[in-house]
């Protein structure tokens, strides 16, 4: 099975660009073992003007079998058969998806270290892919691949070009062409929507495959029109995890819809002000905002907890990572959001790319819901939620205590949120209204303690209240912060 991926250029920006992309030089064959078969990279053509790569797989069906991912065993003596004599060799399907992703795991992340500027440079692309079991037929190619920005062909494919009474068979040729993609796109589009058209179990669904999809979707996928197809066809219709993914979606979406209003009223500012008083020479006279407060008193109440490995739960575009980053004491620091563009702006902020390997070694980022158990978060020594669970829907909360303090369970949380009761104080806040267009709930201080308490109660935890911000004496603090420490109890049994 193979596809070819081409683009055309100018004496200025030459075609053969996309072997940097690529990371193939285009004057090389180049042979790569997959868990699947081998897979070859060649330049049939490769000049300024037109380059064109073949990625070409063999699959090895006896290896698909003695790996015990081929077809069911046993059965009916045509399904033995079907073992060894299918058209998992020639049809482009989730084996050719997966070898794409190995031999071109830089161009579809986008890295070019040689090229920085050119991943996000779109270039003018044809994808052809000779033969694709299309499930759905060739209306459904298009409803995948038109609304990404492609242009596309679909012929069908005679079951017999000798025979054409015999009528179609189910493969389709597909040509995609396009001038405003760029290659990642591509890729991630290929990646996802080949499986998703062949449709056939895929020897490789696991819950890391949410993970998969949304770090390939990142970017079209939340938008597509075909969402719910695409998610669950790509899930193999295991329909839990298909769940899953679509809940992330959403978040995503809703996440990123209003990015550009980050937390206005109190966070906002805090970028300018942070960058004055650390930079310029008289600080003191300017209000430190709320967000640096906020920051302070997190980073007080984890050096008193003695934490050294730390995850920031809905960690936005990265401040307080950064913030963690320079201070030696913490050995370990793990940025967890769910949304792809804050994850985006966090690894530009910390500039993740460029920092010494004993730095890169403290700190990570990583995509997903804090509405999920999630077995990585388990083992830490504290985790931060700070003004995260009012972007919650309050029926989804329990689902986030679960998933911190029932499966994480790190020895301190640290949650904060705002105190409703303090809105009155904001002059530019009208009455009623929340901080922040993406706030489910905001509480009063009474609703976030019974919150806290019953919480730690549940998952043997102590609890205690701090104040951050000015603590007005008739309405509070502007933020209200929980500190919560695993019992002795509870530390011992774990
Ligand atoms: N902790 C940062 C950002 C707070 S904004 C700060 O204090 O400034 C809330 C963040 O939570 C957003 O980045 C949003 O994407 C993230 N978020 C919301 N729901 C989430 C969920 N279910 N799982 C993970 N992150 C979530």
Not at 385 to 397: A, K, N, Q, T, Y
Request: a negative charge; proline letters at 6%.
């Amino acid at each position: 099975m193979f596809l070819t991926i081409s683009a055309t250029g100018t004496p200025e920006r030459p075609a053969t660009d996309l072997g940097y992309l690529l990371h193939k030089h285009p004057d090389n064959a180049q042979t790569f073992s997959t868990s699947y078969g081998t897979a070859h990279v060649l330049y049939p053509e490769a000049s300024a003007e037109r380059c064109t790569a073949a990625l070409l797989l063999e699959v090895d069906a006896v290896a698909l079998v003695r790996r015990g991912k081929g077809k069911g065993r046993g059965g009916a003596p045509d399904a033995a058969l079907a073992q060894y004599v299918n058209d998992r060799p020639y049809a482009a399907s989730s084996l050719l998806a997966v070898a794409l992703s190995a031999v071109f795991s830089s161009a579809m992340k986008g890295q070019c270290n040689a090229r920085p500027e050119l991943p996000a440079r779109p270039l003018p692309l044809r994808v052809e892919v000779p033969a694709l079991p299309a499930r759905g037929g060739a209306d459904l190619v298009r409803a995948l691949f038109e609304p990404l920005g492609w242009t596309v062909t679909v012929e069908a494919v005679a079951l017999d070009a000798e025979f054409p009474g015999w009528g179609d068979s189910r493969y389709v040729r597909l040509v995609l062409e396009s001038e405003r993609l760029t290659l990642s796109e591509a890729l991630r589009h290929l990646y996802v929507l080949l499986p998703v058209l062949d449709d056939a179990k895929h020897y490789w669904v696991s819950s890391d495959e949410v993970d998969k999809l949304l770090r390939a979707g990142d970017g079209w996928l939340p938008d597509h029109p075909e969402q719910k197809l695409i998610t669950s066809r790509y899930l193999s219709r295991r329909w839990s995890l298909t769940r899953e993914a679509m809940e992330r979606l959403e978040l995503v979406r809703l996440a990123e819809a209003d990015d550009s209003a980050v937390e206005e009223i109190d966070n906002a500012v805090a970028e300018e002000t942070e960058a004055d008083s650390e930079d310029a020479a008289e600080p003191e006279e300017k209000s430190v905002s709320l967000a640096v407060q906020r920051r302070d008193a997190i980073l007080a109440a984890l050096h008193a907890s003695g934490a050294a490995r730390v995850l920031d739960l809905g960690c936005g575009q990265g401040q307080l990572v950064q913030a963690l980053l320079k201070d030696t004491r913490f050995t370990e620091i793990v940025g967890v959001d769910v949304s792809m563009r804050a994850l985006t702006v966090a690894s530009r902020r910390l500039k993740l790319d460029r920092m010494g390997e004993r730095q890169a070694e403290r700190v990570k980022l990583m995509q997903g819901s804090l509405a999920y158990t999630d077995n990585r978060l388990k083992g830490y020594d504290a985790a931060v939620l700070s003004e995260v669970i009012e972007h919650l829907d309050l029926p989804r909360l329990p689902a986030l205590e679960y998933a911190v303090f029932g499966s994480a369970r790190p020895k301190t949380v640290l949650v904060t949120t705002p105190n409703v009761e303090y809105n009155v104080r904001w002059e530019t806040l009208p009455a009623g209204h929340s901080r922040h267009g993406d706030h489910r709930f905001e509480w009063t201080r009474e609703e976030f303690r019974a919150w806290a308490e019953r919480v730690a109660g549940r998952h043997g935890y102590g609890v205690e209240f701090t104040p951050v911000g000015p603590d007005d004496p008739e309405v509070g603090p502007p933020t209200q912060m929980a500190t919560f420490t695993m019992s002795a109890k509870e530390e011992k049994a774990a």
